[in-house]
């Protein structure tokens, strides 16, 4: 793996893989832990939850410099291992999911898993957890078993309604935050079903948010020294991003309704399809931006109209507006789109895929879409660390590891002997 150079703003794990080889050679591949460094070195974290919010919170943190010790269940892995595509037998997903974290097996119902969870408890300093409110209080795991262990210790738990209220003890997902939230119903075309997205959304808003979390209550534990609970329901920060609506029903008794790709804001705002067959989206959220897309379009006497001074009266000639700018790029293939508009300092981008995403000239100045290597794929993939940082860095040490793959070497450090180990084998515990 080549590795790549440092931008002029600071790193933010540009190149984080390669340069952590050169400095360890091929340690990581043998699964000996590396050097962790970042502004978050130093920091305990153990990674209980499944599937994807409170896994991709224990990821943040693990990308600037945290050791995470991902906790699985002997038989029952995090079902993200088998979620979508995979390649000769390995989970693709769970190779971005699980990067940076160290993997052992734990069954916490079994009495020995217990006691072994309380003494890993006693050296971290956050446990990130999503079962339903009241089973880790069944396994004699909960807070007041967890705090003793360890008084400084912060308890994220991530479910999707939170840890009381009358759906507490609900089954749920992020789809079920995604419609209950208002997202859905905002989501698609006036005339046509609401719309769920096809990715985990709901999911990582949360998991971003509860990353915010954790950072938040270790700052108050620096003041306080005393550890804390975080509960995080789902269904709450994916409200939040959605912006005005709870106060606009409020004061006005507004509904937001479905409106397509068109905003009720401003316009034009919407995706245009090109002479060769292409799609484009514009927005116009700014007065001058919409000024030059009118001029560029070939329709300046527009910009005279009463109603194109401010952008909730321009929402209201969507239909003039669209009809301008959309016969205008139907005339022109992509390349000659992007070229007027960035000439005329207008706002455009391509619609892109995937494909097109890995290509991107600005995501590969980023290095958002970074390599490392592999010792199951070889070069791999993925997106970057979040982001930069000029004089602290995040970096990808090493993509999603075999189900329990640092067992051993996790439990021998913590203090447990061989025969201890063997016996927690031997109970059904590891």
Same mark, same amino acid.
């Given at each position: 793996?080549?590795?790549?150079?440092?931008?002029?703003?600071g790193?933010?794990?540009?190149?984080?893989?390669?340069?952590?080889?050169?400095?360890?050679?091929?340690?990581?591949?043998?699964?000996?832990?590396?050097?962790r460094?970042?502004?978050?070195?130093?920091?305990r974290?153990?990674?209980?939850?499944?599937?994807?919010?409170?896994?991709?919170?224990?990821?943040?943190?693990?990308?600037?410099?945290?050791?995470v010790?991902?906790?699985?269940?002997?038989? @029952?892995?995090d079902p993200?291992r088998g979620?979508?595509?995979? @390649?000769?037998?390995?989970?693709l997903?769970?190779?971005?999911?699980?990067?940076? @974290?160290?993997?052992?097996?734990?069954d916490?119902? @079994?009495?020995?898993?217990?006691?072994?969870?309380?003494r890993?408890?006693?050296?971290?300093?956050?446990?990130?957890?999503?079962?339903?409110?009241?089973?880790?209080?069944?396994?004699?795991?909960g807070?007041?078993?967890?705090?003793?262990?360890?008084?400084?210790?912060?308890?994220?738990?991530v479910?999707?309604?939170?840890?009381?209220?009358?759906?507490?003890?609900?089954?749920?997902?992020?789809?079920?935050?995604?419609?209950?939230?208002?997202?859905?119903?905002?989501t698609?075309?006036?005339?046509?079903?609401?719309?769920?997205?096809?990715?985990? +959304?709901?999911? #990582?808003?949360?998991? +971003?948010?509860?990353?915010?979390?954790?950072?938040?209550? +270790?700052?108050?534990?620096?003041?306080?020294?005393?550890?804390?609970?975080?509960?995080?329901?789902?269904?709450?920060p994916i409200?939040?991003? +959605?912006?005005?609506?709870?106060i606009?029903?409020?004061?006005?008794?507004?509904?937001?309704?479905?409106?397509g790709?068109?905003?009720?804001?401003?316009?034009?705002r919407?995706?245009?399809?090109?002479?060769?067959?292409?799609?484009v989206?514009?927005?116009?959220s700014?007065?001058?931006?919409?000024?030059?897309?009118?001029?560029?379009?070939g329709?300046?006497?527009?910009?005279?109209?009463?109603w194109?001074?401010?952008?909730?009266?321009?929402?209201?000639?969507?239909?003039?507006?669209?009809?301008?700018?959309?016969?205008?790029?139907?005339?022109?293939?992509?390349?000659?789109?992007?070229?007027?508009?960035?000439?005329?300092?207008?706002?455009?981008?391509?619609?892109?895929?995937?494909?097109?995403?890995?290509?991107?000239?600005?995501?590969?100045?980023?290095?958002?879409?970074?390599?490392?290597?592999?010792?199951?794929?070889?070069?791999?993939?993925?997106q970057?660390?979040?982001?930069r940082? #000029?004089?602290?860095?995040?970096?990808?040490?090493?993509?999603?590891?075999?189900?329990?793959?640092?067992?051993?070497?996790?439990?021998?450090?913590?203090?447990?002997t061989?025969?201890?180990?063997?016996?927690?084998?031997?109970?059904?515990?590891?």
């Open positions: 793996m080549t590795a790549r150079p440092a931008r002029p703003e790193p933010r794990g540009t190149g984080p893989a390669s340069a952590h080889q050169e400095r360890t050679g091929p340690a990581h591949r043998s699964g000996v832990r590396p050097e460094d970042g502004p978050l070195a130093g920091l974290v153990l990674d209980l939850a499944t599937l994807f919010a409170g896994p991709l919170a224990a990821t943040m943190l693990g990308d600037f410099g945290a050791e010790i991902k906790v699985e269940h002997p038989a @029952k892995p993200s979620h979508g595509p995979s @390649k000769d037998g390995v989970g997903w769970w190779k971005l999911l699980g990067r940076n @974290k160290h993997t052992i097996t734990l916490l119902s @079994k009495r020995g898993g217990r006691a072994t969870l309380l890993l408890a006693a050296t971290a300093d956050v446990i990130v957890e999503n079962f339903r409110p009241g089973t880790l209080e069944k396994w004699d795991l807070w007041d078993e967890l705090s003793a262990a360890n008084p400084r210790l912060l308890l994220a738990r479910t999707a309604f939170g840890q009381f209220g009358p759906y507490a003890h609900r089954p749920g997902f992020g789809t079920l935050a995604e419609a209950m939230s208002g997202f859905a119903a905002v698609g075309e006036p005339d046509a079903p609401p719309v769920l997205p096809p990715f985990g +959304l709901a999911d #990582s808003i949360a998991g +971003l948010a509860t990353a915010y979390a954790v950072m938040t209550a +270790l700052r108050a534990r620096d003041r306080t020294g005393e550890g804390q609970v975080i509960d995080m329901a789902i269904i709450e409200l939040t991003v +959605l912006g005005p609506q709870p606009w029903y409020d004061q006005l008794g507004h509904v937001q309704p479905r409106t790709n068109r905003s009720a804001n401003n316009a034009p919407n995706t245009y399809r090109t002479a060769d067959g292409s799609w989206a514009v927005s116009t700014a007065q001058s931006i919409a000024e030059r897309v009118m001029r560029l379009v329709r300046p006497d527009l910009i005279d109209e009463p194109f001074a401010t952008g909730a009266d321009r929402a209201r000639h969507a239909d003039v507006l669209d009809e301008a700018v959309g016969s205008w790029i139907g005339r022109h293939d992509r390349t000659e789109v992007l070229e007027a508009f960035e000439k005329a300092e207008a706002a455009v981008a391509p619609v892109q895929d995937v494909r097109d995403v890995m290509t991107d000239p600005q995501y590969a100045a980023l290095d958002t879409v970074t390599t490392l290597d592999d010792p199951d794929l070889g070069p791999l993939r993925m970057n660390v979040l982001f940082l #000029s004089g602290t860095p995040g970096a990808i040490h090493w993509a999603g590891r075999p189900h329990g793959a640092d067992t051993e070497r996790v439990l021998t450090e913590l203090g447990l061989g025969a201890e180990i063997g016996a927690l084998r031997a109970e059904g515990a590891l």
